[in-house]
């Protein structure tokens, strides 16, 4: 866009280490370092050529999702059982969303949840999305990650 290019891996650095602060985690049975936030990194791009004046906007959205977990196998008990709800709960938020949208439906379901109003940009519009599961490789986890796997199949073939 005929700008100088601009080097920040000292922002990136300093940025990373006070995410890394904020992500809250609790030991439960499946995983003593059970994530028990949502970390949501959103970097803004801005460019004007200079020889014309005209100026895109950008943004990056980096997204840590907490895992869904089966409730039942956690043994989690107190807050660590609410959050634990509350996580699958905006995940379903978050799979009824990417669904309206895949179906083209009038009605997207955004304020079903904080999380997908904070992500709706990167969601909907004039955007494009890619999203990474990180499954786990034991037999003992091997429904979930076959329900999550029929999940995304489903509403990314719609």
Known sequence: MGGKPYYFDHVF???TTQVQFYNVVAVTNMNEHSSRSYSIFLINIKQENSQTGQKLIDKLYLVDLAGSEKIGKTGAEGTVLDEAKMINKSLSSLGNVISALAEGSAYVPYRDSKMT?????SL???????????????????????????KVGEREGQ
């Open 13 to 15: 650095q300093s940025e």
């Open 117 to 121: 109003r904070i992500l709706q940009d």
């Open 124 to 150: 909907g519009g004039n955007c494009r999305t890619t999203m990474v599961i990180c499954a786990s490789p034991s037999a003992y986890n091997d429904a979930e990650t076959r329900a999550v796997e029929e």
